[in-house]
């Protein structure tokens, strides 16, 4: 059985910091494409971050690049979403996904298994 458990989300002000993390259990997931994926209230899921097996390649959205930094330890595995510098309009809850390729997709459909979501909420 795979299982993906996020951790670390919760309530910051904006301008602050949170580190999420999504530990993966249930098989080997170091060959496997992860990605991090949101969705706040009346909205669709949509992309954060991916980071392709070997961490060497990261993609981000254009909404949270420079501020997110995806990263993970395939020892342990675990994905992390560093956020810094959080706004109002990050609020949502957000979703750990592995993708049973090398290859990145910043697709929801495209994603195999996920987490069961953690809550950021960024207060203004």
């Known amino acids: 059985q795979v299982q993906l458990v996020e951790s670390g989300g919760g309530l ?12 993966a259990s249930g ?21 954060v971050a991916v980071i392709t097996w070997s961490g060497g390649s990261t993609y981000y959205a254009d909404s949270v690049k420079g501020r997110f930094t995806i990263s993970r330890d395939n020892a342990k595995n675990t994905v992390y979403l560093q956020m810094n510098s959080l706004k109002p309009e990050d609020t949502a809850v957000y979703y750990c996904a592995v993708r049973r390729s090398v290859v990145v997709a910043t697709t929801p459909g495209a994603y195999d298994y996920w987490g069961q979501g953690t809550q950021v909420t960024v207060s203004s």
């Open 12 to 23: 910051v002000q904006a301008g602050g910091s949170l580190r999420l993390s999504c530990a």
């Open 27 to 47: 098989r080997t997931f170091s060959r496997y494409a992860m990605g991090w994926f949101r969705q706040a209230p009346g909205k669709e899921r949509e992309f």
